[in-house]
């Protein structure tokens, strides 16, 4: 990782972005456990909400709140892949705020037909997101 200062704290971490709830450790917090929703309805700043790329996403409770506009990973196969980053993202959210923050992954996918698509898909589009947004830590693939 660059950038990093080397006093800077790298916090081990594992997620599940399951089909009905999403699951995040990150080392020194309770686990994250919030149901697999995603909105981009216009809601205030509720747990979960954060700005991604320009478009405002909630992830959990509140995302199931807003009614029929919310989308589910268990509503397709692909959405574990296609929703990795913006649920990651979502359970951060749930966790106090920091101004950056310094994770050492592991990531939970029991679909073996999908590993080849998470890390060519994904993994790259985590990295495009990483180097046009600052805020975001570069992650090692």
Not at 63 to 86: M, P
Not at 87 to 106: E, I, S, Y
Request: hydrophobic residues 40%; charged residues 20%; contains cysteine.
């Amino acid at each position: 990782m660059t950038n990093i200062h080397a006093l800077q704290k790298i916090f081990p971490a594992g997620f599940d972005n399951g089909y009905g709830s999403l699951k995040l450790l990150v080392d020194g917090f309770d686990v994250v456990r919030v149901p697999s929703y995603i909105s981009t309805a216009d809601m205030e700043d509720v747990p979960g909400r954060v700005e991604f790329n320009g478009t405002a996403y909630t992830v959990g409770e509140s995302a199931f709140r807003a009614g029929d506009h919310f989308e589910r990973n268990i509503d397709s196969n692909e959405n574990k892949v296609k929703n990795a980053l913006t649920t990651l993202l979502g359970a951060l959210a749930h966790l106090p705020q920091r101004k950056a923050w310094h994770l050492k992954l592991v990531v939970s996918l029991h679909d073996a037909a999908l590993v080849k698509n998470l890390h060519k898909s994904s993994m790259e589009n985590i990295k495009r997101h990483s180097q046009a947004n600052p805020q975001i830590s570069k992650w090692k693939c």
